[in-house]
Every structure is written in C-alpha cells, then in structure tokens.
C-alpha cells in the first residue's frame, strides 16, 4: 500500500513541476526540506502525532514553510497533511527524485561485488551500463558481498543481472537434484 501511496502522490508532484516548468526548482526545494527534516526528526513526530489535531497541523506547515518554499510545494504538504498522508512524505519524496532522473535519462544503478573493483573496472561497468540501457548518465553505487563469492550483481530499478557465482552454484545444485541416480 505505501507504494501505491508513494507513487500517486509522488506522480501527481511530478506532473505538477513539469507542468509548470518547474523540475530543477522543486528538486532543489525538496533536497533542502529533506535535509532540514532530516536534522530535525522531531517535527516529523510532531506532524505524525496522532492527538494532534489536522488544522493545528495545517498552521505548522504555514508557519514554518509557507514563503519559504514555492507554494504549490506548501499546498502539497497541506494535503499531505489533509488526507492524513504526512508520514508518507519520504518515500513520496524519493519517488518524485526517481521521476526526475527517469526525465532526465540518469539511471540509478547498484552493483554488488564480492571485493573491491578498481576504478578501471567501476569506469567499464558504467560504459557497458549506458552501452546497454536508454540512460545518457549512471549514478552509481557500489557495494562489497563476499557471500556472492565472485562475479557482479547490478540493479537498475527493477532490473537485476545476477551473475554472480554464489547464484550460478546454487543453479548448478538444482540442477544437479533433479538428476535421478540409478
């Protein structure tokens, strides 16, 4: 369900931007609500605290962003807030950040290896990314799993290559149970 909610509103926020030609801008604006949220986790219990009342709420996002930021970005919150959506606002957030490098051709990739690539090998990887998907640019992310032994596991949203050599053995295990002996 907090998919569901995450896209409709993160699209709708979207939409919204685009339309008014406004994408760089409201990126800009989320990544600093993000990070002053982020330094201030209290007021996210606050805006989350159930016995606080909605209008009581509404007053908050006024009078804490309202000719801060862009004010369809205060109108979004405000309906956050109205459909009882607040607690959603990071992964609707996210969502809207995923759309914008989608519209941009930037493609988020993470690659998982069982040690440490050199840059040599992070530079090819990401030349045989954009060779082999529609992205002009790769934001990339590594990360080191000596449980997949050797090889690559790369996930491009819900994408995965597996050629690692755990899953290859585990494959070969399979295989080799149903061989019946006899």
Do not use: C, W
Request: charged fraction near 30%.
């Amino acid at each position: 369900m907090a998919k569901l909610v995450s896209q409709t509103y993160g699209e709708a926020l979207f939409e919204l931007a685009k339309e008014q030609d406004k994408i760089d801008a409201f990126t800009q604006e989320i990544d600093a609500i993000s990070e002053v949220l982020a330094e201030n986790p209290d007021f996210s219990k606050l805006m989350n605290h159930p016995k606080i009342d909605k209008e009581d709420k509404l007053e908050i996002v006024d009078n804490v962003f309202l000719g801060r930021i862009d004010k369809e970005l205060v109108g979004f919150l405000r309906l956050l807030v109205t459909k009882g959506r607040y607690a959603d606002l990071d992964s609707i957030l996210q969502y809207f950040r995923n759309a914008v490098k989608e519209e941009k051709g930037i493609g988020v990739a993470y690659v998982k290896s069982a040690a440490t690539l050199s840059d040599r090998q992070k530079k090819q990887i990401e030349e045989k990314l954009l060779e082999t998907t529609k992205y002009t640019n790769m934001e990339m992310h590594y990360s080191i799993d000596a449980a997949i032994i050797g090889g690559l596991v790369i996930r491009i949203g819900d994408h995965v290559v597996d050629s690692s050599i755990a899953t290859k053995l585990n494959e070969l295990k399979k295989q080799l149970m149903k061989i019946q002996l006899a």
